[in-house]
T-cell receptor, first 112, second 114 residues
Framework: EAQVTQNPRYLITVTGKKLTVTCSQN?????MSWYRQDPGLGLRQIYY???????DKGDVPEGYKVSRKEKRNFPLILESPSPNQTSLYFC???????????FGPGTRLTVT | GQQVMQIPQYQHVQEGEDFTTYCNSS?????IQWYKQRPGGHPVFLIQ?????EVKKQKRLTFQFGEAKKNSSLHITATQTTDVGTYFC??????????????FGQGTILTVHP
């Protein structure tokens, strides 16, 4: 089944404790992206990747890192999480640049 | 980056009433996408509009792209409780160094009272 998977689905952590949210897709898509969703603000793009080793900043990249070492994986790294990064995070992939997005199930992160 | 305004933020309707959400941009768009997110779920792609003045239908849903390619609408005829959710538009950046960015509207939360 074609899908985007994210792990973990839920995470509660403390300020400053490094964490990684994994994202994997099995559709051989070149384009992958991370979004955060906050009430009233919609979905905001954090980072995107157009192919292996090619990444670029979205609208809200501060406090986040990404890497794209393999085509199928696009992890999101929070090196020193802060409470303002408490949010719902979605990974997405697309066969074309900024085209139709296939979203993962989401990761709800709480930073205390 | 690209800016897109989506209205209304909320819409409450009685089952059977119609519903419309609008997205407006100050710049000409290459295309616009629409997504639906059910409560507790993830966004799901509905459609992409590319041509000026384009109108597409999916059962009770009608999507329009303005003649100037600066605005778009999603209209639902005779809403049902299954239509509940948040509807988003999404637009790509125009190009240049940010080619590949996708900007989402703030979303319209639709509730349907049976």
């Amino acid at each position: 089944e074609a899908q985007v998977t994210q792990n973990p689905r839920y995470l509660i952590t403390v300020t400053g404790k490094k964490l990684t949210v994994t994202c994997s897709q099995n559709m051989n898509h070149e384009y992958m992206s991370w979004y955060r969703q906050d009430p009233g603000l919609g979905l905001r793009q954090i980072y995107y990747s157009m192919n292996v080793e090619v990444t670029d900043k979205g609208d809200v990249p501060e406090g986040y890192k990404v890497s794209r070492k393999e085509k199928r994986n696009f992890p999101l790294i929070l090196e020193s999480p802060s409470p303002n990064q408490t949010s719902l995070y979605f990974c997405a992939s697309s066969p074309g640049l900024a085209g139709r997005q296939y979203f993962g199930p989401g990761t709800r992160l709480t930073v205390t | 980056g690209q800016q897109v305004m989506q209205i209304p933020q909320y819409q409450h309707v009685q089952e059977g009433e119609d519903f419309t959400t609008y997205c407006n941009s100050s710049t000409t768009l290459s295309n616009i996408q629409w997504y639906k997110q059910r409560p507790g779920g993830h966004p799901v792609f509905l459609i992409q509009l590319v041509k000026s003045g384009e109108v597409k239908k999916q059962k009770r849903l009608t999507f329009q792209f303005g003649e100037a390619k600066k605005n778009s609408s999603l209209h639902i005829t005779a809403t049902q409780t299954t239509d509940v959710g948040t509807y988003f538009c999404a637009v790509p950046d125009a190009g240049g160094t940010s080619y590949g960015k996708l900007t989402f509207g703030q979303g319209t939360i639709l509730t349907v009272h049976p």
